[in-house]
């Protein structure tokens, strides 16, 4: 059974930071081809990508044009685990932000489909001005 379960999510203020987690079970990314990454969601509005990380081509990552140069996805397989680091964070970033998990390793683009196989629960971020 696969299972993906979001952390550190939280409030800061405009300019501030936070670091997202997501630990993974029964989707070993060291053993297997993937797309895993990050979506964000506010009430009322259609989920949008945010950064993605594939196992495989020679773009391995993809962001949304909105969170270019102020977040960094990685990976650490050895834990399983996906990360977001988010910096220069702005009001308009607050959402419920979700890791997404696929076996399929392209296409893995931010601002394509969010067909995805896997999903976690969600972590809120919430950047006041």
């Known amino acids: 059974q696969v299972k993906l379960v979001e952390s550190g999510g939280g409030s800061v203020q405009s300019g501030g930071s936070l670091r997202l987690s997501c630990k993974l079970s029964?989707?070993?990314?060291?053993?297997?081809?993937?797309?895993i990454g990050w979506f964000r969601q506010v009430p009322g509005k259609e989920r949008e990508g945010v950064a993605l990380i594939s196992s495989g081509g020679d773009e391995r990552t993809s962001y949304a044009d909105s969170v270019k140069g102020r977040f960094a996805i990685s990976e650490d397989k050895f834990e399983n685990t996906l990360y977001l680091q988010m910096n220069s964070l702005k009001p308009e970033d607050t959402a419920m932000y979700f890791c997404?998990?696929?076996?399929?390793?392209?296409?893995?683009?931010?601002?394509?489909?969010?067909?995805?196989?896997?999903w976690g629960q969600g972590t809120q971020v919430t950047v006041s001005s």
């Open positions: 029964g989707f070993n990314i060291g053993a297997r081809s993937y797309c």
């Open positions: 997404a998990a696929d076996a399929q390793w392209w296409p893995c683009d931010a601002t394509g489909s969010d067909d995805f196989s896997y």
